[in-house]
């Protein structure tokens, strides 16, 4: 599917919004999954404070018992009150209660408890730009951080890219694993993500010609 060689976040924006409207497919499903793994962590026990992990006795003669299966630590764990804001439907205000400003996110996670912040981005770029993508959404958001981190929070800047022909990059991977998304609801956000990447390019090189065309 030739598009020539317009990178699509430079015309975000332009003719119908139509590049932002493939790049809000992609966020949509990506939010759904974030939100998905935000309820089902807030609702779970408060977290184990570390110093009250203590080593199992055992008595003399007895074979030690056998260690439970190992849960793989997430970005989530610390935390039951994470709450979070998309740029979607509602224009994302950054939380006052961190810092103010303009710049205006994907996503953002935050506990107010454990004063941890996560800035998400994602870009749709063609799977050649990937990498120039990254480092310029961490760039331009690490100001903020930076600003948060001198107000007593614990930032991040999470760059994320799927491709505007689907390909998912390692970047979103490693998201979804840190945020704690694993088997098969892993294997469905990748594939959901994807295919909103795919559909919605193929959608725009149909209507490419199409003057009247509008985003439903």
Known sequence: MAQGNIN????????????????????????????????????????????????????????PAKPSARVEATLLD?????????????????????????????????????KLLFIVELTVPW??????????????????????????????????EVGCRGFVATSTTKLLKGMGVRGQAFRQAVKSMSEAAERSSSWLWIKRKDPNWAAK
């Open 8 to 63: 699509p976040e430079e015309k975000a924006g332009g003719i119908s919004g139509r590049y932002t409207w493939r790049h809000n497919q992609v966020l949509r499903q990506l939010a759904i999954t974030l939100e998905g793994r935000r309820t089902t962590n807030n609702a779970l026990p408060p977290p184990m404070p570390q110093h009250s992990k203590t080593t199992p006795f055992v008595r003399a003669g007895q074979p």
């Open 78 to 114: 610390t935390a039951r009150d994470w709450r979070m804001q998309v740029d979607l439907e509602q224009r994302l205000i950054f939380p006052p209660e961190i810092i103010t400003t303009n710049l205006r996110p994907d996503l953002v996670l935050w506990s107010t408890s454990q």
């Open 127 to 160: 799977e050649a730009a990937v990498g120039e993508a990254y480092e310029r959404k961490r760039l331009k958001y690490s100001d903020i951080a930076a600003e948060a981190e001198q107000r007593g929070w614990r930032a991040q800047v999470l760059p994320v």
